[in-house]
């Protein structure tokens, strides 16, 4: 064994130190970026909240803009990047081709975040996160903002030639496991977002600095392009880590390896066509363009993620009752380890990326709907049960694992662990209702003050609204409480967690700061159970999943047909 490798006494693979180091920096980074949000979005809350009001209306977009770009961007592509270094180079056994440039990468995204970080809180780039032209910031803010893309796809270029190395030196057998053919599919999105973000900023750059101009509908077709298209990269990421969670929990089973890949393929091609659903109000586009971009197109990036949102529970059924777990229909769902951190956040991952986030992103971005909710609540309501719901608590779950499979620490404050996805759920699923239905009484989304106080015009909303204002705010806190839970564990654990002996995998332990996948993982199948007829072939040998997505489609139905009459009675229909 090479001096610069271990052997990872868990799982058996071989780790190199500038893996090792290069996915600690960026996991890290990452939870700065994620501290830094969750303080800027308790700000903003308490501003929403009519009731306290915090902020004065400069502060609060200046705020508003710091949790934007700091969640949206840095912590969820920081973290995407310890992703891709894990996926690459640990799940393959391979060594970093170029740790230097690695570094330099990692060092550029970091010295982009600072200039855009100071750039916002010095009042120097008050844009909000779109940053709409002729909205205009100072040229630090688009150069920063282009340092850490240009860093971002280094590391993506890294992660490629890392694929390419490990093909070379044959340090796996057969094809890409799922999970990095997921992290392959997040690469290339990632790609082309991060070359749409150059083809928008380096331009602004130039018209902040007054030496061209800018049309700002190009600006607003290319920067979605960018915008909502690295929200994409994390739905490619979240679901391959909801795979390696599955099977690091209870031993799931991927039911059809070409259905699942698939899937990702279709990611690939129609995901990011998704980015115009924002634009679906704007005069500059035609009909046509709106239509197919968010129907027929869209629809086949629907349809990977409710595979994947179909594959990932049937695996987990499939792999308990493989292992002797088959009692009624749901036996294999009340047997599981709910005490385990990581497989928590995995499911509360999945049920609400898809009841609230999958749902409703589906149904706002239909044309003729979106015309009722676009700037509205509904809209924030919608993208935080699919990106702080779904993939932050995806990451978090990952977390749980990596803190002693990488960093080799034990999880300090362990039975805080294990409520952190449950507070932390509960706060964003109450959170990200009560605001979609604010939206539905048509609470505009980006306003200071929704009792536009010393307009020259009054706004009279429902009754309802104060409640459910109150409610989001409630909500919110009870999901920052989450929040802060996981990045103390997170940080104890890092830097002051109990350290694991090299040689010691913690299997059997009990007791001990470690995820039961760790402690007392899934027993590995037999070959007569590995060549069983799985529910790939026979559905019925997964009732539970079929009766919970029977259960999503009638609730997909439902909200979408309510969606439709709300819109009838806007246009006075019947």
Not at 418 to 441: D, H
Request: aromatic fraction near 14%; charge should be positive.
């Amino acid at each position: 064994m090479s001096a610069d490798a271990r052997t990872c006494p868990t799982t058996g693979l071989r780790i190199y130190r500038a893996a090792d180091s290069l996915i600690q920096a960026n996991a890290v980074a990452a939870t700065v970026a994620l501290l830094v949000g969750g303080v800027a979005a308790i700000l903003v809350l308490l501003t929403r909240w009519q009731a306290v009001h915090l902020l004065d209306v400069v502060w609060f977009y200046r705020i508003l803009t710091v949790h934007g770009m700091t969640m949206l961007i840095f912590f969820i592509i920081f973290f995407e990047m310890a992703v891709l270094y894990f996926a690459g180079a640990v799940l393959l056994n391979a060594r970093v081709p170029a740790p230097k440039v690695g570094w330099t990468a990692f060092a550029l995204m970091v010295v982009g975040a600072l200039m855009v970080e100071w750039q916002m809180f010095t009042g120097k780039a008050d844009v909000l996160f779109t940053s709409y032209v002729p909205l205009r910031a100072e040229p630090p803010f688009y150069l920063g903002v282009i340092l850490f893309a240009v860093g971002a796809l280094t590391v993506t270029g890294h992660f490629f030639a890392i694929l390419v190395y490990a093909k070379r030196e044959r340090t796996y057998e057969g094809s890409w496991p799922l999970v990095v053919f997921g992290a392959v599919t997040a690469a290339i999105i990632a790609a082309a977002t991060l070359l749409h973000g150059a083809a928008v900023y380096i331009p602004t750059l130039l018209w902040s600095m007054g030496l061209i101009n800018i049309d700002a509908q190009f600006y607003r077709l290319v920067w979605w392009g960018l915008g909502h298209s690295s929200q994409q990269i994390n739905v490619a990421a979240m679901v391959a880590i909801w795979y390696l969670l599955a099977a690091l929990t209870v031993g799931g089973v991927v039911l059809s390896e070409k259905l699942s890949r698939v899937a990702f393929g279709l990611y690939i091609m129609f995901i990011s066509m998704a980015s115009a659903h924002h634009l679906l109000v704007d005069p500059g586009m035609g009909p046509s363009w709106k239509i197919w971009n968010t129907s027929y197109f869209m629809y086949m990036a629907v349809l990977a993620s409710m595979i994947h949102g179909f594959t990932v529970p049937a695996g987990i059924e499939a792999g308990q009752r493989l292992r002797g777990v088959t009692q009624g229909m749901f036996g294999w769902l009340r047997r599981a380890p709910w005490g385990d951190p990581g497989f928590s956040s995995m499911v509360f991952s999945v049920v609400v990326f898809g009841f609230i986030g999958g749902i409703t992103g589906v149904t706002f971005g239909t044309e003729q709907i979106n015309i009722i909710a676009h700037n509205t609540l509904r809209i924030p309501g919608h993208f935080h049960s699919t990106v702080v719901s779904g993939t932050a608590m995806a990451f978090m779950g990952i977390t749980y694992y990596v803190i002693p499979l990488i960093f080799r620490r034990e999880i300090a404050f362990y039975k805080l662990a294990q409520i952190q996805p449950y507070v932390f759920a509960l706060g964003m699923v109450i959170f990200s209702v009560a605001m979609t239905f604010a939206g539905t009484f048509g609470v505009p989304r980006r306003h200071w003050d929704i009792t536009f106080t010393g307009a020259p015009f009054q706004v009279q909303f429902s009754p309802a609204v104060d409640l459910l204002i109150g409610v989001t705010a409630v909500g919110g806190l009870i999901a920052a409480a989450g929040g802060g839970i996981y990045i103390l564990v997170t940080v104890v654990s890092v830097f002051f967690g109990k350290k694991l002996a090299p040689d010691d995998s913690g299997l059997g332990a009990t007791g001990r700061g470690l995820p039961l996948g760790i402690t007392h993982p899934p027993r590995a199948l037999t070959q007569a159970e590995q060549e069983s007829e799985l529910p790939s072939t026979r559905l019925g040998s997964v009732p539970g999943t079929m009766v919970l997505v029977l259960v999503f489609l009638a609730t997909f139905i439902a909200y979408y047909f309510v969606n439709w009459k709300l819109l009838s009675v806007v246009w006075k229909v019947g």
